[in-house]
């Protein structure tokens, strides 16, 4: 797909990436209400499991660059194949938007936690440790969403128009291509989860108990 063809096809569906992106950010925005709902005690329960994460690094207790890929990338292209599966389907259209609104919902709760324990230092370590490969993996998700919808209300036109005119076999091969073209994308983000955001995550830990 050349630049031309995939901005013609976002002008010819933009609401659709329009909604999924409404969708990650109330996501993140109801991700940010749920941490500031939690009682005190169970704020202090996890922080208390984060900080003992912290001091982990903090004493150096290697974490496996390999292993941290690995998982990093199965849970991605999981979640790739479960979109792209359940755009293959019409009832599974709603599952789609969940999980859209529940990868917001993570993201915003995680951001909302840290920054609502340390403050600044918080925000400092949510941008090292979360923010660079979203800026990857975000996208993505949103792209893999979107592509699912559109390719299950295609199955959905084809059902109620009952008419043999209407080919699902291009669109399928191309949607098959893109979710591959994502999956390869996804790799990137964990790549650089692992190799940038983590080691950056660790020094930046390291530097706040000196």
């Given amino acids: 797909m050349d630049q031309r063809i995939f901005v013609d096809h976002v002008k010819a569906n933009i609401t659709v990436?329009?909604?999924?992106?409404?969708?990650?950010?109330?996501g993140i925005v109801f991700g940010a209400i749920v941490v500031n709902s939690m009682t005190f005690v169970q704020k202090q329960d996890l922080f208390f499991q984060i900080n003992q994460y912290f001091q982990?690094?903090?004493?150096?207790?290697?974490?496996?660059s390999i292993d941290l890929f690995k998982k990093s990338f199965t849970f991605h292209l999981q979640y790739l194949i479960?979109?792209?599966l359940?755009?293959?389907?019409?009832?599974?259209?709603?599952?789609?938007?969940?999980?859209?609104f529940l990868k917001?919902?993570?993201i915003g709760f995680s951001v909302g936690f840290i920054v609502n324990q340390l403050g600044l230092?918080?925000?400092?370590?949510?941008?090292?440790?979360?923010?660079p490969q979203n800026v990857i993996i975000i996208p993505?998700?949103?792209v893999a969403a979107s592509m699912a919808n559109i390719f299950s209300l295609l199955l959905f036109q084809k059902i109620i128009a009952r008419s043999s005119t209407i080919s699902i076999t291009k669109p399928f091969l191309q949607y098959v291509t893109v979710f591959i073209a994502l999956c390869i994308t996804a790799l990137f983000g964990s790549l650089l989860e692992t190799?940038?955001?983590?080691e950056a995550f660790k020094i930046t830990v390291q530097s706040f108990n000196q």
Avoid at 86 to 100: D, F, R, S, Y
Avoid at 121 to 131: D, H, N, Q, R, Y
Wanted: glycine share 10%; proline share 3%.
């Fill in 140 to 142: 993505v998700y949103i």
């Fill in 56 to 64: 982990r690094i903090d004493e150096g207790d290697p974490i496996v």
């Fill in 121 to 131: 230092k918080g925000l400092i370590l949510a941008t090292v440790s979360i923010a």
């Fill in 82 to 84: 479960l979109l792209g």
């Fill in 17 to 26: 990436y329009l909604f999924m992106t409404s969708l990650l950010v109330t």
């Fill in 86 to 100: 359940l755009g293959l389907t019409i009832i599974g259209l709603p599952l789609v938007w969940l999980l859209v």
């Fill in 195 to 198: 190799f940038v955001s983590y």
């Fill in 104 to 106: 917001g919902l993570v």
